[in-house]
C-alpha cells in the first residue's frame, strides 16, 4: 500500500495532465493552475526541510572541527543574519517588508551579487581552459573542429572587421547548417526520451525515484 | 479755368482715395454666391464583415473578419485604418476594441475571463461588432453594418493539437507494444553506451582509492523529467556504492530535490543490505543560488577529492564550472544532460557524456530489465520512422507538397 498509493497518484495526476495539454477550456486551465500551486506549497515545506539539512550537516562540521570548518560558521551566520533581517526585526514578520530594510538590500547588493558575479566571470577562464583542451589538434575531426571554431570565432571579433565579408558567410553557414541540424537531432532526441520516460513514470514501469528498483 | 483745376484737382483725390482704400481691405463678398468648401466624402465602408468565436482557445475571444474598403487600395490616402467596435445590444452602445492599419481584414478580440478585469468577456453572451473605416479627418469616417450575435466559449479540443495527440498515440501504442513483446522474454538488443559502461568502472575506481563519489543532480527542481531520470540514475549508483562499501555525496540545489533524493538513496542502501550504513547527510541541500551552490559543489570538490563526480540533470551556465573544476582536482567524471547550450561543456571537460536522450536511457541500461529496455527499442523505432519522415519532407519541400509539411504544423496557441 506504501508504493501502491503514489504509483496511483502519479497515474492518476499524470493523465490528467496529459489530458489537460490538448484542453484548452477554461476549467482544464483552472486544473492545471491548482495542481501548480501544490508545487509552491510543497516547496516551502521542503524548503525548511532544506534548511534544517543545511543547518544540521554544517553544525556537525563545526561540532567534529572537521577540516575547513570555519567555513560552515560563515555558512550558518550567513544564514541567521539574512532571516534575521529579511524580517525586519521581526516587526514586518507578515509582510515583504523585510526585503527592504537597510542591511538585507545591502547585504544582498554588496556581499551577494558580487560573489555571484565572481563565481560567473570564473567562466570565462573555464571557456578558455576548456577551449585549449578540446581544441587541440590531434586528429581529422579535432582538426575539423579546430578550423570551424576559429572561422566562428574570427567572424565574431570586432578587429577583423575587414576580414569578414566572406567569413560571415562561412560563420553563419557553420551555425545554420551543420551546427542546427545536429542540436535539431538532439532535441529530437531528447523530445522522444521525455515522452518515453514520462510513459513509463505514470504507468509505474520506472519507479525508482520511490526508492525502488 | 479755375473750375476745371478744382474738378481736376477732385477726381484726382477721389481716385487715391478709392485707391488707398481697395489696398487697405477687401473687396466685399458677393453677397450673391455663398463659397463652401467641400466636406470629404467619407471612404467606402467595409463588406463581409463576419465574428465568430475563436478556436482553440480558452474563451473570452472572438475573430472578427471582413474585406477591406474599396478605397483602401495602394495610392488613395483616404482610409488610414479600421476600428473594431463592439457593444452588446445592436442599439449600442459600441466601444471601440482595437484598430488595425490599412490593408488588414482580420482582428482577434480578446478579452478577460477575470470578472473584475475591466477587459471582461462573459462567455456565450450576445455580442454585436462592426468595423469602422477610419480617415485621415477623424471627423469623417464609414461604419459597416451591425454583425451579430456573436457568442464566445472555450473549447474542451485544440484542434492544433492533433499531430502531437496522434504521435503520442502511436508512439504510447509502439512503447506498450515492444514492453509487452520484452515481458515475454524476448531479447532486444541496445547498442552500448560508453557512458553507461563507465559507472561500474568508476564505482570500483572510489573503492580502491577509498574516496567517495560526488553526485550532482543538477538545477532542476523535481517536476523535470531530466531530473526525474537522474533520480533513477542515482538510485542504481547509490546501490552499488552501498554493495562497494564507498561513500556517496550527493549536495542538491532544490530542498523537493533533496528530499527525494534522500528517498532514493536511502532505498538504495536498504535494497543492497546495508541499511545500516545509510547516514542522512550523505544528501543535503545547499542554497538555491545557482553560483553559491558551485561554489559549495566545487569547494567539496577540491577538498573531498572524490574519486568520480556524477552531473546528471538539468544544468546551466554553471556546467563548466563544475566540470572544470572536477578535472582540476583529478576525478573521473561522467555527465548527461539534455541542456543542448551545455552538452559541448560537459563533452571538453568530462571523460564521458551521456548525450541529450541518452540520460534517460541511462536507467534502463544500468537496470537491463526488459520492460525499460522495450521502451528504449520503441525509441530506437520512433527515431527511425522521424528520420525517414525528414526524408520525405526534404523531398516534399522541394516539389512543393505543402501539405505534406503542413501536416507537422502545431500553431503556438
Redesign the interface.
Known amino acids: 500500500m506504501k508504493r501502491q498509493i503514489p504509483l496511483a497518484l502519479v497515474f492518476i495526476f499524470g493523465v490528467i495532465l496529459?489530458i489537460q495539454?490538448?484542453?484548452?477550456?477554461?476549467?482544464?486551465?483552472w486544473i492545471f493552475e491548482f495542481l501548480m500551486d501544490w508545487?509552491y506549497i510543497?516547496?516551502i515545506f521542503?524548503?525548511?526541510?532544506?534548511?534544517w539539512?543545511?543547518i544540521?550537516?554544517s553544525w556537525?562540521k563545526i561540532r567534529l572541527r572537521r577540516?575547513?570548518w570555519q567555513?560552515s560558521v560563515v555558512a550558518l551566520l550567513g544564514l541567521t543574519a539574512m532571516i534575521f533581517f529579511g524580517f525586519d526585526y521581526f516587526r514586518n514578520f507578515f509582510n515583504a517588508a523585510g526585503l527592504q530594510n537597510f542591511m538585507f538590500r545591502h547585504f544582498f547588493d554588496y556581499v551577494?551579487i558580487p560573489?555571484?558575479s565572481t563565481?560567473?566571470s570564473?567562466?570565462a577562464f573555464?571557456?578558455a581552459?576548456?577551449?585549449y583542451?578540446?581544441f587541440r589538434a590531434r586528429s581529422l575531426l579535432a582538426s575539423l573542429l579546430l578550423l570551424a571554431a576559429l572561422i566562428v570565432m574570427i567572424r565574431f571579433n570586432p578587429y577583423f572587421g575587414p576580414l569578414t565579408a566572406y567569413l560571415e558567410q562561412t560563420a553563419s553557414w557553420l551555425l545554420n547548417v551543420p551546427n542546427l541540424a545536429a542540436?535539431r537531432a538532439?532535441?529530437?532526441?531528447?523530445g522522444?526520451?521525455?515522452?518515453?520516460?514520462?510513459?513509463?513514470?505514470i504507468l509505474g514501469?520506472?519507479r525508482?525515484?520511490?526508492?525502488?528498483? | 479755368m479755375k473750375e476745371i483745376l478744382m474738378v481736376f484737382l477732385a477726381l484726382l483725390l477721389a481716385g487715391g482715395i478709392s485707391s488707398a482704400g481697395a489696398q487697405e481691405s477687401a473687396p466685399p463678398p458677393d453677397t450673391g454666391t455663398l463659397v463652401v468648401t467641400p466636406a470629404p466624402a467619407p471612404p467606402a465602408p467595409v463588406t463581409n464583415l463576419n465574428a465568430k468565436d475563436k478556436p482553440n482557445d480558452h474563451g473570452a475571444g472572438v475573430v472578427v473578419t471582413w474585406t477591406p474598403s474599396a478605397d483602401d487600395v495602394v495610392g488613395s490616402t483616404r482610409v488610414f485604418g479600421y476600428a473594431i467596435l463592439r457593444a452588446a445590444t445592436p442599439e449600442g452602445p459600441f466601444l471601440e476594441r482595437g484598430k488595425v492599419p490599412i490593408g488588414e481584414g482580420v482582428f482577434e478580440d480578446q478579452g478577460s475571463l477575470d470578472e473584475v478585469s475591466p477587459d471582461y468577456m462573459a462567455d456565450h453572451v450576445d455580442y454585436y461588432y462592426k468595423v469602422r473605416v477610419i480617415s485621415p479627418d477623424t471627423t469623417v469616417y464609414a461604419d459597416s453594418e451591425i454583425f451579430g450575435p456573436v457568442q464566445c466559449f472555450g473549447q474542451w479540443f485544440n484542434t492544433n493539437k492533433l499531430p502531437v495527440l496522434i504521435f503520442v498515440l502511436c508512439f504510447t501504442t509502439l512503447a506498450i507494444f515492444f514492453i509487452t513483446h520484452a515481458r515475454r522474454g524476448a531479447e532486444l538488443y541496445i547498442r552500448p553506451l560508453a557512458g553507461i559502461e563507465a559507472v561500474d568502472e568508476a564505482i570500483g575506481r572510489a573503492t580502491e582509492m577509498g574516496r567517495p563519489i560526488l553526485y550532482v543532480l543538477g538545477l532542476g527542481t523535481a517536476a523535470e523529467i531530466a531530473t526525474i531520470a537522474s533520480f533513477t540514475i542515482l538510485g542504481r549508483v547509490a546501490k552499488k556504492v552501498a554493495e562497494y562499501q564507498t561513500g556517496i555525496i550527493v549536495p542538491c540545489y532544490d530542498p523537493i530535490v533533496m528530499t527525494v533524493a534522500q528517498e532514493t538513496v536511502k532505498a538504495s542502501y536498504l535494497d543492497a543490505g546495508r541499511p545500516d550504513a545509510y547516514n542522512e547527510d550523505m544528501v543535503y541541500f545547499v542554497t538555491q543560488s545557482q553560483f553559491a551552490y558551485v561554489a559549495a559543489v566545487n569547494g567539496t570538490m577540491l577538498r573531498e577529492l572524490p574519486a568520480t563526480n556524477i552531473y546528471m540533470g538539468k544544468f546551466f551556465a554553471e556546467s563548466l564550472i563544475l566540470a572544470e573544476t572536477g578535472a582540476l582536482a583529478g576525478s573521473i567524471q561522467i555527465a548527461g544532460t539534455d541542456e543542448v547550450a551545455q552538452i559541448p561543456f560537459f563533452v571538453v571537460a568530462c571523460d564521458y557524456t551521456l548525450i541529450g536522450e541518452e540520460l534517460y536511457a541511462a536507467s534502463a541500461y544500468l537496470g537491463r530489465e526488459p520492460v525499460l529496455l522495450g521502451s528504449l527499442k520503441a525509441q530506437d523505432y520512433a527515431k527511425a520512422a522521424i528520420m525517414i519522415m525528414a526524408v520525405i519532407g526534404f523531398v516534399a519541400a522541394i516539389v512543393g507538397w505543402d501539405w505534406y509539411v503542413n501536416l507537422f504544423n502545431v500553431p503556438s496557441n
Request: hydrophobic share 55%.
Open positions: 496529459i495539454y490538448f484542453v484548452p477550456h477554461e476549467k482544464s486551465e508545487i510543497i516547496g521542503a524548503l525548511a526541510l532544506g534548511i539539512s543545511l544540521r550537516v556537525d577540516e575547513n567555513y551577494m560573489i555571484q563565481m560567473f570564473l567562466l573555464f571557456i581552459s576548456a577551449s583542451r578540446a542540436k538532439i532535441v529530437i532526441g531528447v522522444l526520451g521525455i515522452v518515453a520516460t514520462a510513459l513509463k513514470v514501469i520506472e525508482a525515484y520511490l526508492g525502488k528498483d
